[in-house]
């Protein structure tokens, strides 16, 4: 549903002032009467009334975008949280399933060594005849005797040994079935907080859709707007109004992602040239990299890893992985998405280094972090290179959850899954939440 651009009074001074001030009480989906075309055109006969109507719009512009972005973040993270959640649940499901065939073993080990010890026990029952003392006694033939007796106390011995593996092999069986039960547990108990982090996370995601859309039409036309009461451009405009929205308000538990947010740019005067990734050079057989073990979120946080230097990226693997999300471009979002035409933003960053062959963690931005910091792969961020992996946590501390993930693709812009409701897209770099430390995959 989008919402209807009802007609309004005459754009002056004292009405923009009352505007915003209902904007910034009222609930975010609280109707708005936005500027129609023919007061915008009216506005723009009067100097006065056309700053009056750009500053309005502008306003309108700044909290539709907070209030996106805000609702969006809230989504990326309940989207991870399902991420991670998923993760642990394949985890533990693996950890299950080995230890149910290594207790399926140990029962079959232990029932063989039961059965050879039964074996032996008749064995030596028919050696001794039942009374292994009066028939040793009253053998006549020395040999014989000796013969018995040495046959008696091997086979004895034997039995003792084997008794013992199969009482050892028992206890292992029985251990190892505890373990797998206890691993079933585990694994009902974390499915159903993966259920339940879906859950959250489909409706965050059906919130912020529902809302995005109902701000589509509105926005369009505000920026369209804009545009002509400037002489610029929609574009032009839309990544000005970005570049002065506030950070998204901290929904979570960090100490809020204040700072290194961008000074508001100047005002735009032309389009900002372009920036297109070279094409890369033949491409070199990327060397398969070794499978790590699953990293995963540490369970008590620890200070994040320094960055280290590694080398410069390889141009052509790195390259491979943006030439490869740029042909995603303009698929649609979908949280827990890995492609072919849904993507989240770890799916699609996960797919991008599988086609050049080179694994950064799994589908989860929080893994991906860790297998880079695991892997001393985590660059100054100052030292940033094009298809280096760029981290969003709360509050900008990876301990409290990162978020979201982005390829970077030179000259400050990036290529990245964003939230539900929107496609993969080029993106100026946005601050708000980003790490200081980039991973570098290769190199």
């Known amino acids: 549903m989008r919402t209807h651009i009802r007609p309004k009074r005459a754009l002056i001074p004292v009405v923009v002032g009352s505007l915003l001030l209902s904007l910034f009480v009222a609930a975010p989906a609280a109707a708005v009467d936005y500027p129609s075309w023919d007061e915008v055109e009216n506005a723009r006969q009067n100097e006065a009334s056309a700053r009056a109507a750009i500053s309005e719009i502008e306003s309108l512009l700044v909290t539709l975008e907070a209030e996106a972005a805000s609702l969006g973040r809230e989504a990326q993270i309940k989207g991870e949280a399902y991420n991670v959640a998923t993760m642990a649940l394949d985890a533990a499901t693996t950890r299950a399933d080995t230890l149910e065939a290594r207790a399926s073993e140990a029962e079959l080990k232990a029932d063989e060594s039961i059965r050879k010890a039964g074996q032996l026990v008749a064995q030596l029952a028919r050696t001794g005849g039942g ?3 009066t028939n040793l006694l009253l053998s006549a033939d020395p ?4 013969s018995s007796l040495g046959t008696v106390t091997k086979l004895t011995q034997q039995a003792d040994t084997i008794y013992k593996q199969a009482l050892t092999d028992k206890n292992a069986a029985s251990s190892l ?11 009902t108990a974390l499915a159903n907080q993966a259920d339940a982090a879906f859950d959250a996370a489909q409706s965050s ?3 912020a859709v529902n809302r995005l859309e109902q701000q589509r039409a509105a926005s369009s036309q505000l920026y369209d707007q804009l545009a002509a ?3 610029t451009t929609a574009d032009i405009e839309r990544r000005y109004i970005e570049g002065i929205t506030p950070p998204p308000t901290n929904t979570g538990d960090g100490t809020g992602g ?5 000074t508001p740019p100047t005002q735009p005067t032309g389009p900002p040239p372009p920036t297109t990734p070279t094409e890369p050079t033949t491409p070199t057989q990327p060397t398969e990299p070794t499978q790590p073990t699953e990293p995963t979120q540490p369970t008590n946080p620890t200070p994040p890893p320094p960055p280290t230097s590694p080398p410069p990226p390889n141009p052509s693997a790195a390259q491979g992985a943006i030439n490869f999300a740029m042909g995603e471009l303009g698929d649609w979002y ?3 998405g890995s492609g072919p035409d849904l993507w989240d933003c770890s799916g699609l960053t996960k797919a991008a280094y599988a086609s050049v062959g080179v694994y950064i963690g799994g589908h989860g931005a ?3 972090y860790w297998t880079m910091a695991d892997a001393g792969r985590l660059v100054s961020r100052s030292d940033w290179q094009p298809g280096d992996l760029i981290f969003y946590a709360d509050g900008n501390n990876p301990n409290n959850g990162v978020y979201h993930v982005a390829i970077y693709i030179g000259g400050g812009q990036m290529i990245e899954a964003p939230r539900e409701g929107l496609q993969v897209r080029i993106k100026d770099v946005y601050t708000w939440d980003i790490l200081d430390v980039v991973g570098r995959p290769t190199g």
Do not use: M, N
């Not at 040999?143 to 000796?146: P, Q, R």
């Not at 079935?177 to 694994?187: G, K, L, T």
């Not at 204040?258 to 961008?262: K, Q, R, Y």
């Open 258 to 262: 204040e700072s290194d947010t961008p």
């Open 334 to 336: 979908q949280f827990a």
């Open 366 to 368: 929080t893994d991906q």
């Open 131 to 133: 009374d292994l003392g």
């Open 177 to 187: 079935a505890d373990q797998a039960q206890v691993a079933q547990d585990e694994r």
């Open 229 to 231: 009461l400037k002489g």
């Open 143 to 146: 040999d014989d005797l000796l």
């Open 205 to 207: 995601a059906d919130v």
